[in-house]
């Protein structure tokens, strides 16, 4: 529905984005947050880990750093060059350390050891950003939440959700599109079609399942048989009997322990 000046009215707008949605949840049904984690400490050390690396290196070097640190309290004490040869195939090492040192510090100190579940307080928290303290809050604590990184601002801006730089707004804006109760999943959603479909360089549009809902077609490759050389998949297609594992709650540690080779 247009508007008398050709714009997309609110209610069409809104219509639109939960359509993508709904097709986006039906081709990643298996679309969960891609760290690997059991409670809400692993959660937040290894979102913390992720900057500026992939979530799949991340799950590489997390088992053997709760092997060694499970909790606040070993990590608030941990050797600080112990724990940076630990995390260093994760990049910016030094930092990292100091952040998670500085991080199971203060959850020690003032939290009594415990992750604490409100945004307010998690983003107070040394090298915890609105992002990350979004990803622990839906995917540790179930309460719903946008997390802005850089695939969903890129997305959310292609399908004309925002025209928004600023994650805040971004986060505000298209929180209005949906209903509460469905950020976290979109959240996924959007994410997983940026990682495999809508690439930032070179979109695969013509092997997109939302190409006819979206006004950024054709700002990629639209040939069918090139566009699908363009595609990512971790899983490759047809390997539903991993995608139900994993919809099944087992996580990529698990299933790579099992002899499943999940490549990136
Ligand atoms: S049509 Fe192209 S730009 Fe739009 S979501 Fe699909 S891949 Fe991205």
Same mark, same amino acid.
């Given at each position: 529905m247009k508007t008398g000046d050709g714009r997309e009215s609110p209610v069409a707008l809104k219509r639109r984005a939960r359509k993508i949605n709904r097709i986006l949840g039906e081709t990643y049904?298996?679309?969960?947050?891609?760290l690997d984690f059991r409670n809400a400490f692993e959660l937040l050390v290894a979102t913390v880990l992720s900057a500026q690396t992939t979530d799949v290196r991340v799950n590489l070097t997390t088992p053997a750093l709760f092997a060694r640190f499970p909790d606040p309290r070993s990590l608030a004490e941990a050797e600080v060059e112990e724990l940076q040869d630990i995390i260093r195939?994760?990049?910016?090492f030094r930092a990292k350390a100091n952040s998670l040192l500085a991080l199971s510090n203060r959850l020690v100190d003032e939290y009594d050891g415990d992750v604490p579940g409100r945004l307010e307080d998690l983003v107070?928290?040394?090298?915890?950003g609105r992002k990350t303290a979004n990803v622990v809050l839906g995917n540790a604590f179930g309460i719903p939440g946008i997390t802005v990184d850089t695939h969903f601002g890129r997305l959310s801006r292609r399908f004309g959700?925002? *025209? *928004?730089?600023?994650p805040i707004k971004v986060e505000a804006e298209v929180g209005a599109?949906?209903?509460?109760?469905?950020w976290t999943r979109l959240s996924h959603h959007v994410v997983f079609h940026g990682r495999r479909?809508?690439? *930032?360089?070179?979109?695969a549009c013509g092997a997109c399942p939302v190409a006819a809902l979206c006004?950024?077609?054709?700002?990629?490759?639209?040939?069918p048989a090139k566009a699908a050389k363009l595609l990512k998949y971790e899983l490759a297609p047809g390997r539903e009997e991993l995608l139900e594992r994993m919809r099944n709650g087992e996580t990529r540690a698990e299933l790579l322990r099992a002899g499943h080779a999940l490549g990136a």
């Open positions: 049904p298996y679309a969960v947050a891609e195939p994760t990049g910016f107070t928290l040394p090298g915890v959700w925002t *025209a *928004a730089d600023d599109l949906f209903e509460t109760k469905d479909v809508c690439h *930032a360089k070179k979109p006004p950024s077609y054709g700002e990629g490759e639209v040939d």
